[in-house]
């Protein structure tokens, strides 16, 4: 077996943090990758419960998760399937990626963490995301938009010929065209709109309008909306997650739905933030296996709970889909 001092010799050598907790979730060990990640001295975690580096409204889960592998102690990947987050010693929170083994001295039980920064993976991730975006919508402008309005110019180039013969069939080919040159417009501008980032200052209330606002000048789908006159504020992540569902919603209605029509609904209700965006489009199955267009669904789930949140989804075939989220205010 290992002595203690070549066992912290060589977590010392490893590349990723380790920490290493007892079966009560303190920390009994960790290494210096350990401190320039989360910004603690060793010596301030010694001894502290591993929800330390957790976010405050996710220790709860994490514990009863802890107790749960205590259990049934093996090798296994944290979180399968969840966005894990750790959290600095100055609040600044960032993705990580767990990997858990059990480790016994004697008749005690010991657990080992390694824990892997994904920050700089989902943002080559997102880039090539963004990427892969881009190429679609060049292809789309391409095949579709500078299609449209080439077609359009030549009907122009026709109507020449008929302005002094025809008059009367000439207006009507005019009239035709500028009918496709708005929905090129319509085109161009929900491009336009899907591309903008998503910027929250934090205001989830004048956000939403804003955004609002951006999606009828962008799409002929009508939006519906019931917004509070206040609303009291959020934490800026929660703001931020919940502005991000709403923009989401009201595109996949747009885009894969074939909505006829959407409504936004906001409220406070029993110290929550609840919103609800509602579509009367094609519907689908939510047990059914999750589909490349029904992925963001799985995001805006995990998004909601990772920030302490409650998510639902309604929907079946030919009867739309509803989204809820319930985010706390306080916390």
Request: no cysteine; glycine share 8%; aromatic share 4%.
């Given at each position: 077996m290992l002595s203690d001092a070549i066992l912290r010799a060589l977590v010392e050598t490893l590349?990723?943090?380790v920490v290493i907790t007892?079966?009560?979730?303190?920390i009994v060990l960790v290494n210096a990758q350990v401190e320039a990640l989360f910004g603690y001295e060793r010596v301030e975690l010694l001894e502290q419960p591993i929800e330390t580096l957790v976010p405050m409204e996710l220790r709860r889960a994490h514990q009863n998760h802890r107790t749960a592998y205590a259990s049934?102690?093996?090798?296994?990947?944290?979180g399968v399937g969840l966005e894990l987050t750790g959290q600095r010693k100055d609040g600044g929170r960032f993705p990580v990626e767990i990997s858990l083994s059990p480790l016994t001295r004697g008749t005690e039980l010991f657990v080992t963490g390694v824990i892997r920064d994904l920050t700089e993976r989902n943002r080559m991730r997102k880039e090539i995301e963004m990427q892969q975006e881009r190429q679609r919508i060049a292809m789309d402008l391409h095949d579709g938009t500078i299609q449209s309005i080439y077609a359009i110019g030549l009907g122009l180039e026709m109507v020449l010929g008929d302005i002094a013969s025809d008059p009367v069939v000439a207006g009507k080919r005019v009239?035709?065209?500028?009918?496709?040159?708005?929905?090129?417009i319509g085109d161009i501008r929900s491009y336009i709109f899907d591309l903008r980032p998503v910027q929250s200052t934090g205001n989830l209330l004048a956000d939403l309008s804003a955004t609002i606002d951006e999606f009828r000048a962008s799409s002929t789908l009508p939006v519906a909306i019931e917004l509070p006159a206040s609303l009291a504020p959020l934490r800026d992540d929660r703001a931020a997650a919940m502005l991000h569902i709403?923009?989401?919603?009201?595109?996949?209605?747009?885009?894969?739905?074939?909505?006829?029509?959407?409504?936004?609904?906001?409220?406070?209700?029993?110290?929550?933030?609840?919103?609800?965006?509602r579509d009367d489009g094609d519907g689908f199955?939510?047990?059914?296996?999750?589909?490349?267009?029904?992925?963001?669904?799985?995001?805006?789930r995990l998004r909601t709970q990772r920030l302490g949140g409650m998510f639902d989804l309604e929907s079946a075939p030919e009867s739309g889909t509803t989204v809820r989220v319930r985010m706390p205010v306080g916390g």
């Amino acid at each position: 077996m290992l002595s203690d001092a070549i066992l912290r010799a060589l977590v010392e050598t490893l590349p990723d943090a380790v920490v290493i907790t007892n079966r009560d979730g303190q920390i009994v060990l960790v290494n210096a990758q350990v401190e320039a990640l989360f910004g603690y001295e060793r010596v301030e975690l010694l001894e502290q419960p591993i929800e330390t580096l957790v976010p405050m409204e996710l220790r709860r889960a994490h514990q009863n998760h802890r107790t749960a592998y205590a259990s049934r102690a093996g090798t296994r990947p944290m979180g399968v399937g969840l966005e894990l987050t750790g959290q600095r010693k100055d609040g600044g929170r960032f993705p990580v990626e767990i990997s858990l083994s059990p480790l016994t001295r004697g008749t005690e039980l010991f657990v080992t963490g390694v824990i892997r920064d994904l920050t700089e993976r989902n943002r080559m991730r997102k880039e090539i995301e963004m990427q892969q975006e881009r190429q679609r919508i060049a292809m789309d402008l391409h095949d579709g938009t500078i299609q449209s309005i080439y077609a359009i110019g030549l009907g122009l180039e026709m109507v020449l010929g008929d302005i002094a013969s025809d008059p009367v069939v000439a207006g009507k080919r005019v009239d035709g065209a500028i009918d496709q040159l708005n929905g090129v417009i319509g085109d161009i501008r929900s491009y336009i709109f899907d591309l903008r980032p998503v910027q929250s200052t934090g205001n989830l209330l004048a956000d939403l309008s804003a955004t609002i606002d951006e999606f009828r000048a962008s799409s002929t789908l009508p939006v519906a909306i019931e917004l509070p006159a206040s609303l009291a504020p959020l934490r800026d992540d929660r703001a931020a997650a919940m502005l991000h569902i709403a923009r989401e919603a009201m595109t996949n209605a747009r885009k894969h739905a074939h909505a006829h029509g959407v409504a936004v609904l906001l409220a406070q209700v029993d110290g929550a933030v609840h919103m609800e965006i509602r579509d009367d489009g094609d519907g689908f199955e939510p047990a059914a296996n999750v589909t490349e267009t029904h992925r963001g669904l799985r995001n805006m789930r995990l998004r909601t709970q990772r920030l302490g949140g409650m998510f639902d989804l309604e929907s079946a075939p030919e009867s739309g889909t509803t989204v809820r989220v319930r985010m706390p205010v306080g916390g």
